[in-house]
């Protein structure tokens, strides 16, 4: 007889890093000191950190002896001709250039790729991804599916590109002055949803026939992988990395943040197939970044990502990695509280428009809802609704995505399940007191990515 049994982390823990509750007098004077911004709590002052899966993973042994033989070499480290092995091994794009983190590669990717007056559709936007494609001269154009926008459609893979809604703007615009589509894996802000490798290429198909690039960004292609394996027709067999593989191999280059999939606290890349386009993308990492063998790195950090890029497609890592998201998820659901479906791959996203309905979108129910819960119970998670998504570089508008959610977001490696109870009981003793959370209004707004560094206070205190 077999037994079905549970995924467990394919690891066991040998150094650990003490954490602290604080008071609940202690977590007001806190997040009003942060002007109810998650991002500007001092980490020391935060009792379970899901702000980001960004940089926050726990590198391996085999990673940290990685770190030992770092070449600190300025030019030709060792490192970077590893990180340019497995990047080739695992991604199959032959040109690699080195940057301090994704932004990095976006920066870069977005000078050499636009023309101002250019339109770049993608599968939602991401936050930097939008912002240096505007700094360039363009305009992002969301061509994702419909049900993306639905926190409550259980598609499987909201994640895909809608071909009707590129076709429309291809029509308008004129293929010409579409440089490439950035395809993300997962969606970040669908929240954490996959993309079908049919759908991957249909858009390669499509696209090239009009002699349009397609970029992946790759950031968390290898989550996305896995769930091409668990739900896509015919792809149960194939392992995660021959699926990566066959993801990359719809695009024409990768903007990547390593910080993520690749198990480092820091780095990134930008991978191309175009040895003119490679050459530019060179061109400009040495004025941006660094030197085009460590674009901002020490080669430490690139012997880093070259360990975690094979470890991370290690089938009972990814698998205990979103089994550890989709637990939290299944209890958070158990509990009946509202959270975006299908559950994704990096995160519980909390549908703060359906937990604070009293709240009219002008005072931030998804900012509001993260400082509640941290107020309550110092577990920091991160607003991903209205304040991200910023004001119309046009009109200055504020912009009111369909989609006002907390992410919260585990990092790798990090947690336990019973910091994920934890958590659970933390999120369903603020949605019983759902009632009492208050809207906030900007007290100071920053121009660009204000997310980061807005500041609010609480609608009727002044
Ligand atoms: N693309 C996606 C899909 C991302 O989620 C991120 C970062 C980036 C690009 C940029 O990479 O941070 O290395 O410059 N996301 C982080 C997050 C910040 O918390 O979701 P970066």
């Known amino acids: 007889m077999t037994h079905r049994r549970s995924w467990a982390e394919p690891w066991k823990i040998k150094v650990v890093e003490p954490i602290r509750m604080t008071t609940a007098a202690e977590r007001e004077a806190h997040i009003r000191e942060a002007g109810y911004n998650t991002f500007l709590l001092r980490s020391a002052d935060v009792y379970i950190d899901l702000l980001t899966d960004s940089g926050t993973n726990a590198m391996s042994d085999r990673q940290w002896a990685g770190m030992m033989l770092g070449d600190e070499a300025y030019a030709g480290s060792r490192n970077y ?6 990047v080739r091994e695992f991604y199959g794009f032959p040109y690699l250039i080195p940057t301090h983190q994704g932004r990095g590669a976006e920066h870069l990717l977005s000078k050499i790729l636009i023309t101002p007056g250019d339109h770049v559709p993608g599968n939602m936007y991401f936050t930097t991804t939008r912002v240096h494609q505007e700094l360039a001269g363009a305009t992002f154009h969301d061509v994702i599916l419909d049900e993306a926008h639905d926190p409550a459609s259980e598609h499987p893979f909201k994640g895909d590109v809608d071909l009707d809604k590129l076709d429309a703007l291809v029509r308008e615009v004129g293929a010409e002055q579409v440089p490439y589509i950035s395809v993300a894996a997962t969606v970040n802000l669908a929240g954490g949803q996959p993309v079908q490798l049919s759908n991957l290429r249909r858009v390669a198909e499509y696209c090239h026939a009009r002699k349009i690039r397609v970029i992946l960004d790759a950031t968390r292609a290898v989550e996305n992988a896995w769930f091409i394996q668990q739900r896509e027709p015919g792809m149960h067999q194939h392992s995660v990395a021959a699926i990566l593989k066959l993801m990359c191999e719809c695009a024409d280059g990768a903007t990547m943040s390593g910080k993520k999939d690749s198990l480092v606290n820091i780095g990134g890349w930008l991978g191309l197939r175009d040895a003119s386009l490679a050459e ?17 790195l020490a080669g430490r950090d690139m012997e880093a990502m070259a360990i975690g890029i094979r470890e991370s497609v290690e089938e009972s890592h990814i698998a205990s990695r979103i089994g550890q998201v989709h637990y939290l998820g299944q209890r958070l659901i158990d509990a009946g509280v509202p959270v975006v479906r299908p559950l994704g791959g990096h995160a519980v996203f909390l549908d703060a428009a359906a937990i604070l309905t009293r709240l009219p979108r002008e005072q931030f129910p998804a900012q509001a809802l993260a400082a509640a819960l941290y107020l309550e119970s110092g577990v920091r998670a991160m ?15 504020n912009r009111y995505p369909a989609l006002e959610l907390v992410r919260l977001t585990i990092p790798r490696r990090v947690y336990t399940q019973a910091h994920m109870d934890v958590v659970t009981e933390s999120v369903a003793e603020v949605f019983a007191l759902r009632a009492r959370v208050q809207g906030l209004r900007f007290t100071y707004e920053p121009n660009v990515l204000r997310f980061f560094q807005a500041r609010f206070e609480p609608v009727g205190e002044s």
Not at 81 to 86: H, S, V
Not at 383 to 397: L, Y
């Open 383 to 397: 607003e991903r609704g209205a304040v991200s998504a910023g004001r119309d570089p046009k009109t200055g508008e």
């Open 81 to 86: 001709y590893a990180l340019e092995d497995a």
């Open 280 to 296: 530019a993308a060179r061109e400009l990492v040495v004025v941006f970044e660094g030197l085009h063998t460590y674009g901002g």
